[in-house]
């Protein structure tokens, strides 16, 4: 079964660095999403992606945040300067369609650690 | 706002043993709603859905039913194993939009 991939699965990086998560979705899939979830509590929506332009964002996704999808195959996360609040694991999600009933499949995670 | 309420973990069981997790939600309108799993080191996993009101979802021996009335979504297994060990996401779709809400998770261990 086709499968959501992300990489690395855990990222270490100093305070004030920049990082990148990227993340392959499934091929035929259409929309993309990041989701985080800081270690014992919810997973949060962070952003959604379709048609090469953030579909919509949460109060979280500041200036610190983008994404980018520089391929065909990739979507990327990018925290420009990293705060240790940031420190979560992060998620990300593809579907096929959109409406309420699709349901979006999760990679793995990458857990980002910042000290 | 749309929200989801999942009761506390964790949930501690002998395996066979029958499992009810509840989920109760608040939504505009009727949205889809899910359950996703989380094996220890993995991602969240569709468990399973239901569409519509009164329909049941279903996979892997566990089911939910979609109870407009009383607006829930309580994940049930009739006898759980050692393999069911994981946490559990409730989740619906925000009003209007394709972004998720999860419920807290909850915790199911189960013991031989």
């Known amino acids: 079964e086709p499968e959501v991939t992300q990489t690395p699965s855990h990222q270490v990086t100093q305070m004030g660095q920049e990082v990148i998560l990227r993340c392959v979705p499934i091929s035929n899939h259409l929309y993309f999403y990041w989701y985080r979830q800081i270690l014992g509590q919810k997973v949060e929506f962070l952003v959604s992606f379709y048609n090469n332009e953030i579909s919509e964002k949460s109060e979280i996704f500041d200036d610190q945040f983008s994404v980018e999808r520089p391929d065909g195959s990739n979507f990327t996360l990018k925290i420009r300067s990293t705060k240790l609040e940031d420190s979560a694991m992060y998620f990300c999600a593809s579907s096929d369609n959109l409406g309420n009933n699709q349901p979006q499949h999760f990679g793995d995670g990458t857990r980002l650690s910042i000290l | 706002g749309d929200s989801v309420t999942q009761m506390e973990g964790p949930v501690t069981l002998s395996e066979e043993a029958f499992l009810t997790i509840n989920c109760t939600y608040t939504?505009?309108?009727?949205?889809?709603l899910f359950w996703y799993v989380q094996y220890p080191g993995e991602g969240l996993q569709l468990l399973l859905k239901a569409t519509k009101a009164d329909d049941k979802g279903s996979n892997k021996g566990f089911e939910a039913t979609y109870r407009k009335e009383t607006t829930s979504f309580h994940l049930e297994k009739g006898s759980v194993q050692v393999s069911d060990s994981a946490v559990y996401f409730c989740?619906?779709?925000?009003?209007?939009?394709?972004?998720?809400?999860f419920g807290t998770g909850t915790r199911l261990q189960v013991f031989p």
């Open positions: 939504a505009t309108g009727y949205p889809s």
């Open positions: 989740a619906l779709p925000f009003y209007n939009t394709d972004k998720l809400i």
